[in-house]
């Protein structure tokens, strides 16, 4: 069965940062293309990035020039570096596979943007 554990959100004033990452247990990394993705409150859940097998970024537009993936198979972990944030990116974060599974689903790590 797999899993993904997502961690390092948090509160976070306006114009900072945050590391998010995310383990995967009962899946094996570097056969996948992978993604973050989050969900704001009211809103549906939206991809944010993704990072294919070969290691080639895209964003969506909204973070471009200020969200970073990255991933180290050794390590079954994807990362998402979050700079400038802003109000608007409050939300909680997923990561999955790319296209998302909708069964591999974990319980996402909150992030809050407020002065």
């Known amino acids: 069965q797999v899993h993904f554990v997502e961690s390092g959100g948090g509160l976070v004033q306006p114009g900072g940062s945050l590391r998010l990452s995310c383990t995967g247990s009962?899946?094996?990394?570097?056969?996948?293309?992978l993604g973050w993705y989050r969900q704001a409150p009211g809103k549906q859940r939206e991809l944010v990035a993704n990072?294919?097998?070969?290691?080639?970024?895209k964003y969506v537009d909204f973070v471009k020039g200020r969200f970073t993936i990255s991933r180290d198979d050794a390590k079954n972990t994807v990362y998402l570096q979050m700079n400038n944030l802003a109000p608007e990116d409050t939300a909680v974060f997923y990561c999955?596979?790319?296209?998302?599974?909708?069964?591999?689903w974990g319980q996402g790590t909150q992030v809050t943007v407020s002065s």
């Open positions: 990072i294919a097998r070969s290691g080639s970024e």
């Open positions: 009962g899946i094996i990394f570097r056969f996948y293309h």
């Open positions: 999955n596979v790319y296209p998302e599974s909708s069964t591999w």
